[in-house]
C-alpha cells in the first residue's frame, strides 16, 4: 500500500533510537502517522516541526499498519519562532486537529482553511486572531456542531442579535432572550462580521467555541480535557 500527499506536520515523538512518529494533516488522506527513519537526526529535525509544511509519501504493507513516511519539505513556517504569539496560535491550531479529528479521514474544506490560517499565524500576519477564532468556527462545522448565527432562534429576526443557546447553538436576539438571557452565552460582534475585532470581542469568542469543543465535542472522545496549548493561547490573547 502506498499513496502520495501533501500537508501539516502536527506533531512529532521519538521512536526508537533513530527514527520519529510524524503526525500530518494532509489534504487526501485527512489527520495520519507513520515512522520516519533517520527522524530522530539534526537534519531532520529542522523539517519535522509543528507547522512544517510538506509532500509526503507514504509506504506500508496493510493497509491498518502504522506505515513509513518520505518526506520533503515545502514551506518552514519558521517566521512563529520570533513571535511568541503567534507560536502559541500555530501550536492550539496543532494539538486540537489532533485532539478532534478521527485518523485517516479527509476533510478536504477544513484543510484548505486550516492551510490558509497556518499561512497567516507562520507569517504572524497581524490580525490572525480573529482567524483564528473563525477557524474554531469552521472546526464545529466540520465536526457536525456549526453554529447557526444567521436569524435568532426565537422571534426569526436578523436585527440585534446578542446570545446564542448552549442547547442548540442557534443565535439570539435582545428581545427574544428575555428573562433567558442569564442562562445564554454572549455572542460578540466580530463573528457577525459587525465592526473590527478587539482582543476582547476575540476572547468572548473563544469562550463561545471553547464551550461546544468542551461540551460537546469532548464527551464524544471520552471527556479528555481540551489540549492546554489552547488555553496558554488565550490567556496570552487576555495579556
Not at 13 to 29: D, M, Q, Y
Not at 146 to 158: F, S
Not at 180 to 202: H, Y
Request: hydrophobic share 40%.
Amino acid at each position: 500500500m502506498d499513496w502520495q500527499d501533501s500537508g501539516t506536520i502536527l506533531s512529532t515523538r521519538p521512536h526508537g533510537e533513530s527514527s520519529a512518529i510524524v503526525e500530518i494533516f494532509t489534504a487526501e488522506h485527512g489527520r495520519h502517522a507513520g515512522v520516519v527513519r533517520g527522524g530522530a537526526s539534526r537534519k531532520m529535525a529542522a523539517v519535522l516541526q509543528p507547522g512544517s509544511h510538506v509532500a509526503v509519501a507514504w509506504r506500508a504493507r496493510l493497509e491498518d499498519h502504522l506505515g513509513s513516511f518520505t518526506i520533503e519539505p515545502v514551506k518552514s513556517r519558521a517566521g512563529v519562532l520570533s513571535d511568541r504569539l503567534a507560536l502559541l496560535g500555530l501550536n492550539s491550531i496543532c494539538a486540537l486537529l489532533g485532539f478532534t479529528l478521527p485518523e485517516r479521514e479527509a476533510h478536504p474544506q477544513l484543510h484548505a482553511d486550516t492551510e490558509a490560517l497556518f499561512d497567516v499565524v507562520g507569517e504572524a500576519l497581524e490580525g490572525w486572531p480573529v482567524d483564528y477564532l473563525h477557524w474554531e468556527m469552521s472546526l464545529l462545522e466540520e465536526l457536525g456542531y456549526g453554529l447557526d448565527l444567521t436569524r435568532c432562534a426565537v422571534t426569526g429576526t436578523r436585527d440585534d442579535l446578542a446570545f446564542v443557546s448552549p442547547k442548540t447553538g442557534r443565535a439570539v436576539s435582545r428581545e427574544g432572550a428575555g428573562e433567558w438571557a442569564p442562562k445564554l452565552l454572549p455572542l460578540p460582534l466580530c463573528l457577525l462580521g459587525q465592526g473590527p475585532a478587539t482582543l476582547t470581542e476575540i476572547g468572548e469568542g473563544l469562550r463561545l467555541t471553547g464551550y461546544f469543543l468542551e461540551q460537546k465535542i469532548a464527551p464524544e472522545l471520552g471527556r479528555r480535557p481540551l489540549p492546554a496549548a489552547r488555553q496558554r493561547l488565550i490567556d496570552a490573547l487576555a495579556r
